[in-house]
């Protein structure tokens, strides 16, 4: 019964191309969020929701889109792949408030060609 | 504004011995501060959190940490190393906002030798 799941794990594409990762969480969580981790490790926020309304919003290029059917899901689209997208990008939930912790999925690798 | 520094990118100890990672926060309000590790081609799993209770935290796999406002530090600490335990290490806070923002160091790296 995994918590929060990404798919896919592995996203091997080539420069140009549209890509989406789906994430969904079975904890119940109202918040999720999109941290990207790049080749040092480094981990960062993208975005987040709250009950499907979007509360963060970091300085993000407008290629990547977010979307949030329902609570349970946040899904991540990125157009025009660029060589700097590469990177293990992370889905993560939470319930409300700041001082609860966030549950992370595996993450998916994307790697670009 | 928050932020977080992780002091040492790379800790090698033996097996047995002390574990000490340190971290060091920066907050404009009082912080929720958190540990997480991260195991190879995995994600993140929260070690312990710290959240204006108690100052000294107990986490999972025997790890535990110490608020310390005074030193702004939040450093992590176990007394037996395991072969286990190698892994990368992030200190994370939130803090302040209507967001729940988490901030992240940059992680250090726990090699531990036989």
């Known amino acids: 019964d995994t918590a929060v799941s990404q798919t896919p794990k592995y996203l091997v594409t080539q420069m140009g191309n549209d890509k989406s990762i789906k994430c969904e969480q079975n904890l119940g969580h109202d918040t999720m969020y999109w941290y990207k981790q790049d080749s040092k490790k480094f981990l960062k926020i993208m975005f987040s929701?709250?009950?499907?309304?979007?509360?963060i919003n970091e300085t993000v290029p407008n290629r990547f889109s977010p979307k949030s059917p329902d609570k349970a899901h946040l899904n991540l689209h990125i157009n025009s792949l660029e060589l700097g997208d590469s990177a293990v990008y992370f889905c993560?939930?939470?319930?409300?408030?700041?001082?609860?912790?966030?549950?992370f999925g595996d993450g998916t690798r994307l790697s670009i060609l | 504004a928050q932020s977080v520094t992780q002091l040492g990118s790379h800790v090698s100890v033996s097996e047995g011995a002390l574990v000490l990672l340190r971290c060091n926060y920066s907050s404009s309000v009082p912080p929720y501060l958190f540990w997480y590790v991260q195991y190879p081609n995995q994600g993140l799993q929260l070690l312990l959190k710290y959240t204006s209770a108690a100052t000294l935290v107990k986490g999972i796999n025997g790890f535990e940490a110490e608020f310390k406002k005074s030193e702004t530090s939040f450093h992590l600490t176990k007394p037996s190393a395991h072969m286990s335990d190698a892994a990368e290490y992030f200190c994370?806070?939130?803090?302040?906002?209507?967001?729940?923002?988490?901030?992240f160091g940059k992680g250090t790296l726990l090699t531990v030798n036989p």
């Open positions: 929701y709250n009950n499907k309304e979007l509360i």
């Open positions: 993560a939930s939470s319930q409300g408030t700041r001082e609860q912790p966030q549950h």
């Open positions: 994370a806070v939130t803090s302040g906002g209507s967001n729940y923002k988490l901030t």
